[in-house]
């Protein structure tokens, strides 16, 4: 039995009728069925997302049903992203095909938590700012400064405290001190690099490879080497990648799990890019060719399934598979992969694949079925942290109140040990008059001898004392 003829049952709903099918060529559920299969995430490791190139014939176009296979599942939905290569903002530069890949992925419209970006909008904003460069180099520092500080928002004035008595003044003094110069010491604090804590974000900045970071020492000047007018000397290439390394970097993070935060398994279907109009000279093929460097050059895995649609793929790639041999292109490709990122081989993450254009084959019985992120861990739900918290504390609560009673618990200070007995009586020793085991009746009488056992014994600790003092004397 082939791999994918399991999940084939999968992907093919309830009988429809024919005008509801989605036209697929030969080969059609085959493919579904392996992209099912890689969008599920695994429950343990992660899986190695190849780029999938289809290439347009005279057959169907499996574009329309994949936009309807990622975007109508009736649960939770995929998080996807469909591009025009043809069509603005992608037919644009690279920076503007992932503004836009940024803005429909960053929504909160899949069932799920949305993805968080910090490392990529840092970077983009960094591009859209223009310095004057006739101006002091100090000065254009400052004002770069000034940008990063108030890019969450704009701080607003606020005037110097005056009036009122001494005291009310020394503390508004204190209180605009602390909204004004904390800030500010914080983030040179956090972009410095010198604290481990604070701004991790743009730490990854100078610990990543691409425009050559440590030249710049800081990452202000780093920074300043990415705002408009200043990065004309570098070179285009590095800066796409870096744009694009901090996109991937962003998504890792966003899918990292982490045994003390549970919400991190809640992704359970890695997010997808559907590239239509590709070609090797447009910027949807520099897109695709830009991903496979950075993941080479970089040696490290993302998330992020791509299909590209497009008329011819790369040169640099054999001749493309049929679509009913989708399975065996994939095995082919995963057990190459190592030895072809290891040679740096063009187009290592590329899958080619092409529609059969002889055999178009039978409609199916039933209509295309969408996909939906498979369930959550049951230990992964939002619920389960507030029920720990709330048993814990009730089994904390029933614990005192099985050992200590009122007017029966320890003190903070001194030594105490005070316990209920099984006949409801405190029982317990202090070391101080201060602390009683109880208030009932009679407690005054043994207060009182309380306080005079311990005025004994700190005359007899004290007299010792006493004596060695008049005997130096």
Known sequence: MRRSEIPKREVIGQRQPAGGRDPLPAGGLEFFALLAELLQRPRRGERRLPLLWLVRSDAPDLMVPLRRFLGQGPRRRVPHAVLDADAPPGAGDVSALLRELHRQLSLEAFGAARLRFRHYPLADWLMQQSLNMGIDADDSRAALVRRLRDRKGPRTPEALPSGGDAVSIVSQVLLWLVRRAVPGVVFRAAVSGR????????????????LAPRQSVTFLGFAERLTAGWRDGEQPDQVNKLLLHAFLEDLRQAYRRRPWRPSDWRRTAYPALLIDHVAPGN???????????????????DPLLIVASG???????????????????????????????????????????RPDETDTGP????????????????????????????????????????????GCHPSLTGQVSVEVVGSGECVGYSDSAAQVFNNDPGQDRLRTVQERIFAQNRAAEAEPRRRGGLAAQ
Do not use: K
């Not at 604290?195 to 691409?210: A, E, I, K, S, T």
């Not at 790639?317 to 009913?324: G, I, R």
């Open 195 to 210: 604290v481990p804590v604070l701004g991790r974000h743009y730490n990854w900045f100078m610990r990543q490879q691409y």
């Open 283 to 301: 910027v949807g093929g520099e897109l695709v060719r830009l991903i496979g460097d950075v993941r080479t050059e970089t040696g490290r895995n």
């Open 311 to 353: 008329g011819q793929p790369p040169p640099a790639l054999p001749e493309p598979h049929p679509l009913t041999e989708a399975d065996e292109a994939y095995d082919e490709w995963a057990e190459a992969l190592p030895e072809m990122r290891r040679l740096r081989r063009p187009a290592t993450w590329l899958v080619a694949l």
């Open 363 to 406: 409609p199916s019985r039933g209509g295309l079925r969408p996909f939906s992120a498979p369930d959550p861990p049951w230990w992964s739900r939002r619920f389960l942290p507030a029920a720990l918290c709330l048993v814990l504390v009730a089994s904390l609560g029933l614990w005192v109140a099985s050992r200590w009673g009122p």
